[in-house]
């Protein structure tokens, strides 16, 4: 158990739809990674939040956003969805008190976005 | 061209085989290299991290980095069916300050008994 947590596991929605997806960080922790896995395409980075902050953008779509509450947990909000948002959405944490990818980042267990 | 590639696999080993798993990068700016474990249905967790070039062993698990040619690998010794799982590898660099990671795409290990 890497000490992040992630809700829901599933979620099964229909296109067009908004859908909230929710992560806590590990206790300590000031950085969160929001990441998009697909089989074709891999692991890719969304997005970071540092201590409320947005840190750094990866391959976010429009139709997705991001934020980080005051008590460090964050949401990853996609609308608009279409079928090909279909992945599971990962969610890490790390202290990243430095300036560089030193940190260990762990792995939340992932939600499963199914898009109909 | 994607700025990580690695063979996807699936590669399948005997139980005490010695597995290498390599990934080809073409960001020169990368200096931090990490490898990734991921078993089915749960998150990836961190096996190994090395800094620039050179050798990093631990127990079983020894990384290297080649940075004039690009290429890191993973070594697993005395594989066991335990180490079935998806191994990724992930870079970044400090050119603009971030704990981006780019991962490769994954390689699928079976390790039969």
């Known amino acids: 158990d890497s000490g992040v947590t992630q809700t829901p596991k599933h979620l099964i929605t229909a296109t067009g739809q908004r859908v909230t997806l929710r992560c806590s960080p590990r206790s300590g922790d000031l950085s969160v990674y929001w990441y998009q896995q697909s089989l074709d395409q891999g692991l890719q980075f969304l997005i970071q939040?540092?201590?409320?902050?947005?840190?750094a953008k990866g391959n976010i779509l429009e139709r997705f956003s991001a934020q980080q509450f005051p008590d460090l947990h964050s949401e990853l909000n996609l609308s608009s969805l279409e079928l090909g948002d279909s992945a599971l959405y990962f969610c890490?944490?790390?202290?990243?008190?430095?300036?560089?990818?030193?940190?260990?980042?762990?792995f939340g267990p992932g939600t499963r976005l199914t898009v109909l | 061209q994607k700025e990580v590639e690695q063979d996807p696999g699936p590669l399948s080993v005997p139980e005490g085989a010695i597995v290498s798993l390599n990934c080809t990068y073409s960001?020169?700016?990368?200096?931090?290299f990490m490898w990734y474990r991921q078993y089915s249905r749960k998150g990836p967790e961190l096996l190994m991290y090395t800094y620039s070039s050179g050798n990093k062993e631990d127990g079983r698990f020894t990384a290297q980095v080649d940075k004039s040619s690009k290429y890191i690998s993973l070594f697993i010794r005395d594989s066991q069916p335990s180490d079935s799982a998806t191994y990724l590898c992930?870079?970044?660099?400090?050119?603009?300050?971030?704990?981006?990671?780019?991962f490769g795409t994954g390689t699928r290990l079976q390790v039969f008994p």
């Open positions: 960001n020169s700016a990368f200096q931090y």
């Open positions: 890490a944490s790390s202290v990243s008190v430095g300036p560089v990818g030193t940190d260990t980042q762990y």
């Open positions: 992930a870079m970044s660099g400090d050119w603009d300050n971030t704990d981006k990671l780019i």
């Open positions: 939040y540092y201590n409320g902050e947005e840190r």
